[in-house]
């Protein structure tokens, strides 16, 4: 399922013009990627839970030379799945 089939599901669902529906999905959208610069964590009950990671630095290897690299620290988006998804899944 990609985003146009999203936002098809969810008009479909709730009687929402297509383009009603897009705004929706997009305002969802903006309101997880703002909420996890901020640092704050998204929990939706039964779904599941958006939150930044933090990854350390680390050292790598190029894999065609063998040389050594260095991996900066960086930010990495998660999502853990919650029970209700989980179980529906299943």
């Known amino acids: 399922m990609n985003k146009n089939d999203l936002v098809t599901a969810v008009a479909n669902s709730t009687g929402l013009s297509k383009t009603d529906a897009a705004k929706a ?3 969802v959208f903006d309101a997880i990627t703002s909420a ?4 704050d ?3 939706l009950v ?3 839970t958006f939150a930044v990671a933090e990854r ?3 050292e790598g290897r190029n894999p065609r030379t063998g040389q050594k690299i260095a991996i900066p620290a960086s930010k ?3 999502f853990k799945a919650g029970k209700g ?3 529906s899944v299943q």
């Open 85 to 87: 998804l989980r179980d």
């Open 56 to 58: 350390a630095a680390s």
């Open 36 to 39: 996890l610069k901020g640092g």
């Open 46 to 48: 039964g779904f599941g």
């Open 25 to 27: 999905v997009d305002g």
């Open 41 to 43: 964590e998204v929990r």
């Open 76 to 78: 990495q988006p998660k």
